[in-house]
């Protein structure tokens, strides 16, 4: 089993920037890949970011490209996602996950471990 705890989420002006981070515990061994969803009130989970192992490919959603970027520092077992310009349509619970195998995918359905999710707000 992989745990995953994100922090770094919080109240942020329009214009403004937030570094989330996602810890990895567990067996977090092997070729995984990582990506972050985020869910908005009264909306279906999205795809945001993805990376797969060791950093072979990015992905990112239309909304956040050119804004957001996905990274990971594998001695700490850890996934990043750097936000920058940030939009109250950014405003949304944000998860990370963990695939068991190698990856590179946009469907929720192709990661097994799920953070609990942290609240990024954004004000207009």
């Known amino acids: 089993q992989v745990q995953l705890v994100e922090s770094g989420g919080g109240l942020v002006q329009t214009g403004g920037s937030l570094r989330l981070s996602c810890a990895a515990s567990?067996?977090?061994?092997?070729?995984?890949?990582m990506a972050w969803f985020r869910q908005a009130p009264g909306k279906e989970r999205e795809f945001a970011a993805a990376?797969?192992?060791?950093?072979?490919?990015?992905y990112y959603s239309d909304s956040v490209k050119g804004r957001f970027t996905v990274s990971t520092d594998n001695a700490k077992n850890t996934a990043y996602l750097q936000m920058n310009s940030l939009k109250p349509e950014d405003t949304a619970v944000y998860y990370c996950?963990?695939?068991?195998?190698?990856?590179?995918?946009?469907?929720?359905?192709?990661?097994?471990?799920w953070g609990q999710g942290i609240q990024v707000t954004v004000s207009s």
């Open positions: 996950a963990r695939s068991r195998v190698f990856v590179e995918s946009r469907q929720m359905k192709d990661y097994e471990y």
């Open positions: 990376i797969s192992w060791r950093g072979i490919n990015t």
């Open positions: 567990g067996r977090t061994f092997g070729a995984s890949s």
